[in-house]
């Protein structure tokens, strides 16, 4: 039994070795890949690294929802276009932040408590949001003791949560400042040497003669030169850096149109066209276009006609009241419009107000329950009680309205029509000036007052039912059976090639190319945003034709033409860049054959049957129009040891080969060679180019860290 039990035993401890062994392999595997761990489940929650520092995948999510967040505050429409282009900002910004930070880092750039009390947070140019909530309402000045009261109060008996989201505000604004301070550094410390410039200065007074015989390399037929993928892929692996690649894929493809037919389109009208007496005999409009589904909510007030952009709106102005007009196309919709009533109005309104809410919208837009309606109409209804006896408007605004965009400047609104919910709307463009009143809209319970109005137009009180112009199901399973039939008889580069030949391109269907298609992308060239088409490209093999995909409106069938891995361009992406330059390095070597021992420019005429030329007044800094841009002729030309002589070396210039003799160079006076103007000007032109490209989303210095750095992107994984 003992030794059952010693086998037993020493079974035991090697299983244990290998189990150990097995798990430290996947740990490191793990570890090299950015995927968590066994234990958790090998779900990935890294979506990148930068230099080896980890893009966490719930910190990204939330980086994506601002973004997309932003891109739909400034009019970008919701959908999956701007959620991808929000997923593009949103890894450049993370990418961005590490990079920039680990250079801040390395420089040793910090923010001093003193700094940040004194200059950023307490200071005399505080951040925006802190200047609005502690402004004093008697000075109007921002209040810095008040604000650091409060602040400091916050983080030392704040919940955990608060003093969590403080602490983490005034570190975004620490960053923002070393940031600042970087940018500073780089911008201020551009240095244009004196020495440099007197050189180019000398170098630019010079005048050059030559007079040279050139043979253009267009005068050897390409056939008579062959460039093999030998020496491509030499030429490429001697200039690597030239030719790094990332990871992209390249489709050709062909798309079947399921977008509404002219009988779609006909159908759509007729049917709002039956609507129409429904809604001219319409008493209660609301009630009858929440009944027909109306795709907008009715705006129920009056806006100016100037302010209305449809098309056909002179016609809606010009009818009765009470009746309606159309169909007529807007973008992808037609629509009918009822004109509901007409006045005069106000051209803009100056308006403060009190807001008591019933409601509030969180970060993510969804709208939360604040108090009952019967309370806020209580408050609204003391505080124009309290306002009636004397009190302050904008103290009471500063301390009780939840309104974020005004309460902070006494509630004021100046605008146009058509901007504020209709209610509002309707108070402010229709009551006199010196109108006071509670007015109840989707928000809560508003004490508005008039302040004044200017101008007068008519506006215009107008209800819209639309109907989107969509494609019936008959014309969607038309192009769906079309991409499908073609799908399965082009299994291949040859087959889908040839039956888009015959079958296809008669019919004036045009067939697609894109190029440079990234594993994260969300878009192909020439076609609407599509993740999951993206995504199958990826999945798919070299010459492997996709399964149909619906694309936007289309029904799409693609070719993988190219896979491309990371690292150095093959040879049939390098071909069309290093072939012409190894073919006329070729063509080069058979003129100098031709050309032989270099005596006289005559001579070599002679031989090439071509004509000695001149070419006066070259300068350093630029091409002439009898050489054209040939920077190595400029070089001999202005190299001390050719003057007076024929150049003894064939050139190999971009065009053609030259021979060279260099008659005379001269020098001349320049306009502009004071130095210490000439450097002043460079340098601020310098740091102005730097602050323009910066404005224009541009920045070279984070695109040389970026090119310097290791950067793993796993994005494809996860989204």
Known sequence: MSIIQRIREKGALISAIVIALALLGFIAMDAFTGRSNIFGGGISTTVG????????????RNSIDLQAQNLESQGYPSGEGTRNQALEQAWNQQVGKILITDEIDKLGIRVSEKELSNSILFGNNPPEDLRRQFTNEQTGQ?????AATQINATLKSGSPEVKANLSAYINQQKFIRQVDKYNSMLINTTNMPKWMLEKQNADNSQLARISFVRKPYTDISDSAVKVTDKEIEDYISEHKDEFKQEESR????????????????????????????????????????????????????????????????????????????????????????????VRQIPDSVKVRHILIATTSRDQSGQTQVVR??????????????????????????????????????????????????????????????????????????????????????????????????????????????????FAARSRDEKSFNAN????????????????????????????????????????ADMGEVLEPERVGSDYVVALVTAVYEEGTQPV??????????????????????????????????????????????????????????????????????????????????????????VENVTATALADANVAEQKKMREAQTKMRYQQMAMQGMDPVLDALKKAAKIKDNRSEHF
């Open 572 to 661: 049939t992406k390098a071909r069309p860049v290093v072939e012409p330059l190894l073919r006329n390095k070729k063509k080069a070597e058979l003129i100098k054959k031709e050309i032989g021992t270099i005596t006289t420019l005559e001579a070599v005429a002679s031989k090439l049957g071509k004509q000695v030329e001149t070419a006066d007044s070259l300068r350093m800094t630029g091409s002439q129009s009898a050489i054209g841009f040939e920077p190595k002729v400029l070089g001999a030309a202005f190299n001390p040891s050719n003057r007076g002589k024929v150049v003894t070396e064939v050139i190999e210039g971009s065009q053609g080969v030259y021979v060279v003799k």
């Open 49 to 60: 690294r930068v230099n080896g520092k980890r893009i966490d995948i719930d910190e990204f």
């Open 142 to 146: 921002y209040d810095p003791q008040l």
């Open 250 to 341: 390249s489709i050709s493809y062909v798309s079947f149109p399921a977008s509404p037919s002219a009988a779609d389109s006909a159908a759509v009208r007729e049917r709002l066209l039956a609507l129409k007496q429904k809604m001219q005999d319409a008493t209660d409009i609301q009630a009858f276009l929440a009944a027909e589904g109306a795709q907008t909510n009715f705006y129920n007030s009056y806006i100016s006609g100037e302010t209305i952009q449809i098309p056909g709106k002179d016609s809606i102005f010009n009818i009765p009241v009470g009746t309606v007009y159309g169909p007529y196309i807007d973008a992808n919709t037609y629509n009918i419009a009822k004109l509901i009533d």
């Open 372 to 485: 009952d309606t019967a309370t806020a109409k209580a408050i609204a209804d003391s505080v124009q009680r309290i306002i009636a006896a004397g009190q302050n408007f904008d103290s009471v605004a500063a301390k009780v309205s939840e309104d974020p965009g005004s309460k902070d400047k006494g509630g004021v609104y100046e605008t146009g029509s058509g901007q504020m919910v209709p209610e509002f709307n309707d108070f402010m463009f229709t009551k006199p000036v010196g109108s006071k009143a509670v007015v109840k809209t989707d928000f809560g319970y508003h004490y508005m007052e008039v302040l004044s109005q200017k101008g007068s137009k008519k506006g215009y009180k107008i209800a819209y039912l639309s109907r989107p112009i969509t494609a019936s199901s008959e014309t969607d399973r038309n192009a769906r059976n079309a991409a499908s039939d």
């Open 500 to 539: 888009y030949e015959k079958e296809l391109k008669p019919k004036g269907i045009n067939k697609g190319y894109a190029i440079d298609i990234k594993p994260a992308g969300g878009t192909v060239m020439g076609l609407a945003p599509s993740r999951a088409f993206v995504k199958n490209i990826y999945e």
